[in-house]
């Protein structure tokens, strides 16, 4: 079993719908990261969580660390929010990143 | 402009030759590490370095070395190259060691090793 494990791996949806990533974990973390990359194939940061709730924009992310997961939602979305979601997690006994395979969302104009 | 520069973009070789690939960062940034990622597999990080002259093995570090003698490069070097280290590699950047805060990353590098 992965240690991160995202949902869905693929996602198509049409414009305008709200959209939901889900991460979950099986270790003890410091920090959970949500990446984003686009078909160019360029990675760009878009959260990082240790807690709680964090807004940019369409984008929200949560995390609850009891449970031992998060969430990335979209809304509004559009077809530019075409992308691969990636979850990541700094394992907090040694600080080592590991990764979720990624969530290839499709956003229909 | 802040930015994680890696050089070079594409690059084919061929079995054993050794080869190094850069990473420059200008936000002078604690943090650096290198990960690979491949179809199926995802991104695996190979190594990682907290601070000048300190580093530590990630997940996949057999075949690779790297070093930190100054804080804004953080060269991946590939004594011996084989074909299973055909892949694509990214280098990324981080303010605090912890990595607490949120990783800058280099547009990567495409090896192929024949």
């Known amino acids: 079993k992965n240690e991160v494990e995202q949902s869905p791996q693929n996602l198509t949806a049409q414009e305008g719908e709200f959209i939901t990533i889900n991460c979950s974990y099986s270790v003890g973390i410091s920090a959970l990261h949500w990446l984003q990359q686009h078909p160019g194939g360029g990675i760009v940061s878009l959260f990082m969580l240790s807690s709680g709730k964090k807004k940019h924009g369409r984008l929200i992310a949560t995390i609850n660390i009891q449970e031992k997961h998060s969430s990335l939602h979209i809304t509004a979305s559009h077809p530019r929010d075409s992308a691969v979601y990636i979850c990541a997690v700094v394992m907090n006994r040694d600080d080592k990143i590991i990764f979720g395979k990624g969530t290839r969302l499709h956003i229909l104009p | 402009e802040a930015q994680v520069t890696q050089n070079p973009r594409y690059l084919i070789t061929v079995t054993g030759k050794k080869l190094t690939v850069t990473c420059s960062q200008n936000?002078?940034?604690?943090?650096m590490s290198w990960y690979r990622q491949d179809p199926g597999l995802g991104l695996r990080q190979i190594y990682y370095?907290?601070?000048?002259?300190?580093?530590d093995k990630g997940d996949v570090p057999e075949g690779y070395k790297v070093s930190r003698k100054e804080k804004r490069n953080f060269p991946l070097i590939l004594e011996s190259p084989s074909p299973n280290q055909t892949s694509l590699y990214f280098c990324?950047?981080?303010?605090?060691?912890?990595?607490?805060?949120?990783?800058?990353f280099g547009n990567g590098t495409r090896l192929t090793v024949t």
């Open positions: 370095s907290m601070n000048v002259e300190v580093t």
């Open positions: 936000m002078n940034h604690e943090y």
């Open positions: 990324a950047s981080s303010w605090e060691g912890k990595v607490y805060s949120p990783l800058h």
